[in-house]
């Protein structure tokens, strides 16, 4: 009987249920306890797709549109979809070379050869409307929408910033952006970022293998909307910065103006600048490594960035301090006496409105020693020791040295010497006023940055007070401006004094000898100093600082020429111009006006 | 006549016909929901969809399984010859007649409607399997009599290989089962199924893994045979003591082993010391699992030395495509892991029906095909996986039964050889998806999409569901 084999059904049945067994370990292993197939499933289907929001604008003080946004498209490519196709038409729609494309797609591949990823960026519209009628013949490729930044006029490429690709740090520190978005990089794009970059929006998609879209994810539950970027109106004069960027055409230097009253930033030019329309786009590139080539360094925010020694503007400051402290008084008058310190010829400084008038460097070098060396100690060198300090917590009010709240990112705070930066160069109690003599014309170690005088022009034209110089207006029309930018901060000398310090600077433009006579605009008062900026390296910097009209100032300005000599030769005129543009809508003198534009120094 | 019908009806078996149903059913609903796309509403009769032409098979299904059970069963006994006879013919025939599709040709096109005799082979072979081995003098002794069987057996699977189509081509060898139930040597099946499968843990698991794993095997063996425990904790100390010898010896000598070869040298190093303790205590029968255990150790260090260190690389790639493991063109273990992903999320309960996404939207090749299960894993989850596997479970043990209380030889191997088939086929295809075993492409009977396999599946079914009705009719 072949049955004596029966007993092997038992083997056969046992077989099926090991394998079963077997089975039904491993689908718990994948299904219940391994999480991982989950998550590749999620990859795998769910295709997330950013909607993104337009990039906040940027008005001028009067509502104008200076920076919106423009239609850009990048072209995308998800390499598992490419059949064989025409490279040469390709190549040409898209400004590539054969080569170029090749490694784009290679890197596409290496990336994902199921996902997207970016062939070519911010093709311009006419190109895309090239592409698009003939995209059917390319399958694997497609067009993505995105915004791109576009400019009323060339103007203020330094204050508005430009935009880049977001870097591994913001990628890291910021959960808002991811690979390849922009990011403002400088300028008012930096610093007001999270108000412009608005709120991306997210749309799931389910996607097949061939990434086909296959309809919505859970009926679009998880969806948001994009929210676009807040619109900024800043206080930037459009017409006035056109102006005197013209003004500052062929010239390095650098000019910032003010409204006293309110510490909104009028203009700031910086010279040689740039056309911001060039750093967007394709062009980005290679435009921004000319830039960087420049040996003039365009790019350079010198209105912020660059450190003069102040000039003989500082013997305004000196002047207030002094009469703050009782060293002198409204009729205290010195002897120019050229053995102290170098002076140029002039009638006799009587009082302090007087050698202000003629920029007396003697009459200052006194005054200076007076605020140095009050005369509490017997010993200079202490005595110098705790003057120093004093003084030196005088200039910090003004707003010169660190701390000048500025909306921008990088702003120098200049140089303000205090006993320790003494000790450390010269020992401790070895150095006294005769060591340091020279910051009392504003040279030495003193050292400032043009908006800085910008804002100690506006605290002149206020009598004693400023508001921290800033660009933002309004938000998203919300007029608002954040708190630190409507504080009064007064300074530590009391307004009576300024009455002084301003006659003296409306006498410096309007009276015979004084320095400042090129600044003279019919019909206006204005007010102003000159500074002139020793330079070891060559011809020295032409400085100017004023306020107009002199009851009810308007606006507060500084202009920096540099290499262009004497500040009322080339710095006054300038201002002049500026204010008369700003105060009137136009400028009547024309002579001035061509004299300065033919003026080129380099 | 009514009486003798009535009576026919009560003697079919009814809870293999329901589990069939409920395959045929629930496999229908996955391959629904694998053509299944939202917001386009799928007519159940539009012709160009998979799971219309489905419904279309499964009622001619439906209808063939009637006929089946209305053909006189002695039918199949006596024409057992002419049937192997055609399906031999058909197979010739579609070398030189039939299409290629996916590299294999396999396929008879008449219209736009397809055929794959392939499918239909396997009742030929199962009935030429059962009409061998029935004959009166039939021995698995006599050498004649086994080389006629395996030549019977195996010549469709040489045809099918002929049109590579390898992964329906090996199914025939489950017939073996068949032949060791009818009394083939246990140590041949034991040997070839030990051989195969140490050559398989070879090119998977590392050398280091699997030589312990071997020894380990081989002392629970023994100490099974002598139940002595003793005897296992005593061997495990031996290889332990070895490898740790070998440390210390391969530290004093400078001679840096790497973790294989230390494996490997430990357990060639106790097997004298075993074989002197055998001699000892005279014990002649552990002489053979040893010596089994040698001849493994044996194999695996060539396989894996001729694998790795003589094969050239193409050679190796070649193997692993054999094998399936690198069987996809879009890279190495594309398939398996989109499978595996797309059963994996499937979790507890499953995303719900219609509601998969990775079978739905092509992540996963052959879905409706092949890689079936994908669907159910995902859509239904631990729940439908393992109610699908507990299922198969049941219909097997059910055919073994069946095929056990049969009273002519005939019907008990028919049984058997169904059994065999569906056997093979749960155990390939589920196992190839949730990647216990290499993809090889054959379908999930009655869930695959596919006229060939469905009905071939069914007429094995129902006729042996006939033999067994009919059982009491016979003398045995």
């Known amino acids: 009987m072949r049955n004596q084999f029966s007993r092997r059904k038992y083997v056969l049945g046992g077989l099926v249920v090991i394998v079963a067994i077997v089975f039904l370990i491993k689908l718990v292993a994948i299904q219940l306890v391994n999480p991982r197939y989950k998550l590749s499933a999620n990859n795998n289907s769910r295709h997330r797709q950013i909607e993104y929001p337009a990039r906040g604008l940027f008005l001028d003080r009067h509502g104008k549109v200076i920076v919106f946004n423009q239609a850009a498209y990048d072209v995308m490519v998800i390499p598992k979809q490419i059949l064989p196709f025409d490279t040469t038409e390709l190549c040409s729609m898209l400004n590539l070379s054969v080569d170029e494309l090749k490694s784009g797609i290679v890197s596409a591949r290496k990336y994902s050869p199921y996902q997207p990823s970016v062939l070519v960026r911010q093709l311009s519209a006419i190109d895309y409307a090239r592409f698009q009628e003939k995209l059917f013949k390319y399958p694997g490729f497609y067009v993505q929408g995105r915004a791109q930044r576009a400019y009323q006029s060339d103007i203020a490429p330094h204050v508005l910033g430009y935009l880049g690709e977001v870097g591994v740090q913001d990628l890291r520190g910021d959960k808002h952006y991811s690979t390849g ?377 500084a202009v920096y020429v540099e290499n262009a000599g004497g500040g009322g030769e080339w710095a006054a005129p300038i201002a002049s111009l500026l204010i008369e543009e700003y105060l009137t809508g136009e400028v009547l003198q024309i002579e001035k006006e061509n004299r300065i534009l033919d003026f080129n120094l380099y | 006549m009514a009486d003798f019908r009535k009576n026919f009806l009560a003697r079919v078996d009814w809870i293999t016909v329901i589990i069939y149903l409920v395959f045929i059913a629930f496999g229908w609903l996955n391959i629904y929901a694998t053509n299944y796309q939202e917001g386009q509403e799928l007519g159940l009769f539009s012709m160009l969809s998979r799971h219309s032409k489905q419904f279309v098979y499964i009622l001619a299904a439906l209808i063939l399984a009637i006929v089946v059970l209305i053909i006189d069963s002695k039918f199949w006994v006596l024409f057992a010859y002419p049937v192997y006879g055609v399906v031999v013919f058909f197979l010739v025939l579609v070398l030189f007649l039939g299409r290629e599709i996916n590299g294999a040709t396999s396929w008879f096109f008449i219209g736009s409607f397809s055929i794959q005799p392939s499918e239909f082979a396997k009742i030929g072979a199962v009935l030429i399997v059962a009409k061998i081995l029935s004959q009166f003098n039939f021995s698995v002794h006599n050498w004649r009599n086994m080389t006629l069987l395996f030549g019977a057996m195996l010549l469709p699977s040489v045809l099918i290989l002929l049109q590579n189509d390898t992964g329906s081509a090996i199914v025939y060898f489950a017939l073996i089962l068949v032949v060791f139930r009818e009394g083939l040597n246990e140590t041949f099946l034991i040997f070839g199924v030990i051989g195969i499968f140490l050559f398989l843990m070879t090119l998977l698991i590392p050398f280091s893994v699997l030589v312990p794993l071997v020894s380990l095997s081989a002392l629970i063996i023994v100490s099974l045979k002598e139940a002595s425990f003793r005897v296992l904790l005593f061997g495990a100390l031996i290889q332990v003591l070895m490898f740790v010898a070998l440390i210390g010896v391969s530290l004093l000598g400078n001679l840096e082993l790497n973790a294989e070869q230390l494996v490997g040298f430990a357990a060639i190093a106790s097997l004298p010391v075993y074989l002197w303790i055998i001699w000892q205590k005279r014990l002649r029968s552990l002489f053979v699992i040893l010596s089994v255990w040698a001849v493994s150790l044996l194999l695996i260090a060539s396989v894996d030395y001729l694998f790795n260190e003589v094969m050239e690389d193409h050679q190796r790639s070649r193997i692993n495509q054999i094998l399936g493991f690198e069987s996809d063109p879009l890279g190495r273990g594309y398939n398996l892991n989109q499978s595996k992903i797309a059963i994996g999320s499937g979790g507890l309960t499953g995303k719900g029906f219609l509601k998969g996404t990775q079978t739905r939207f092509n992540f996963v090749p052959e879905q409706t095909t092949d890689f079936i299960y994908c669907t159910v894993g995902e859509e239904w989850g631990f729940a439908g996986s393992s109610f699908v596997i507990l299922v198969f479970v049941g219909f097997l043990l059910r055919l073994l039964y069946l095929a056990e209380r049969q009273r002519s030889v005939f019907s008990r191997v028919f049984g058997y050889g169904v059994f065999s088939i569906f056997f093979f086929h749960f155990f390939i295809n589920i196992g190839m998806t949730i990647g216990l075993v290499p993809v090889i492409g054959i379908p999930l009977p009655f869930f695959s999409y596919g006229g060939s396999s469905l009905w071939s599946f069914t007429f094995l079914l129902f006729i042996f569901l006939h033999l067994d009705t009919d059982r009491f009719d016979v003398v045995a």
């Open chain 1, 181 to 557: 978005d922009y990011i403002g990089i400088s300028g008012l794009e930096k610093q007001y970022e999270n108000l412009l970059r608005g709120k991306k929006g997210i749309r799931y998609f389910l996607v097949d293998v061939h990434h086909q879209r296959q309809g919505s994810y859970e009926e679009g539950r998880f969806d948001t909307l994009p929210e676009p970027g807040k619109n900024i109106q800043i206080s930037l004069d459009a017409q006035l910065q056109k102006y005197g960027e013209s003004l500052m055409n062929g010239k390095r230097g650098s000019i910032v103006a003010i409204e006293p009253s309110s510490g909104e930033i009028l203009a700031m030019i910086s010279s040689p600048d740039y056309d911001p329309g060039i750093l967007v786009g394709r062009e980005r590139t290679p435009s921004f490594n000319k830039l960087k080539k420049d040996s003039l360094d365009p790019m350079f925010n010198r209105a912020t960035m660059s450190r003069y020694a102040p000039g003989s503007i500082f013997k305004i400051v000196q002047a207030l301090i002094a009469l703050e402290q009782g060293a002198i008084n409204e009729n205290t008058g010195f002897e120019c006496n050229k053995n102290l310190i170098g002076c140029h010829n002039h009638p006799e400084a009587t009082n302090v409105k007087k050698a202000i008038q003629y920029s007396c460097n003697p009459y200052f070098f006194q005054v200076y020693k007076r605020i140095i060396q009050p005369g509490i100690y017997s010993n200079i060198f202490r005595d110098s020791e705790a003057g120093i300090e004093v003084w030196r917590e005088h200039v910090l009010s003004f707003g010169l040295g660190s701390g000048l709240l500025v909306d921008l990112p990088n702003v120098n705070g200049g140089f303000i010497p205090d006993a320790e930066f003494y000790d450390r160069w010269y020992g401790r109690r070895r150095w006294a006023f005769s060591t340091i003599y020279s910051n009392s014309n504003g040279q030495g170690e003193v050292e400032s940055v043009p908006i800085q005088i910008a804002n100690l022009a506006a605290i002149i034209a206020n009598r004693g007070f400023y508001i921290s110089p800033h660009f933002i207006k309004a938000i998203d029309g919300d007029i608002t401006t954040p708190e630190e930018y409507t504080q009064i901060k007064q300074t530590t000398v009391s307004p009576k004094y300024f009455d002084i310090v301003v006659e003296a600077m409306h006498d410096v433009v309007w009276e015979p000898f004084g320095t400042g006579r090129r600044a003279r605009i019919p019909g206006i008062d204005i007010c102003g100093k000159t500074g002139t900026v020793q330079n070891v390296h060559g011809e020295d910097h032409s400085g100017f600082f004023a306020f107009a009209p002199k009851n009810n100032p308007k606006i507060a300005l």
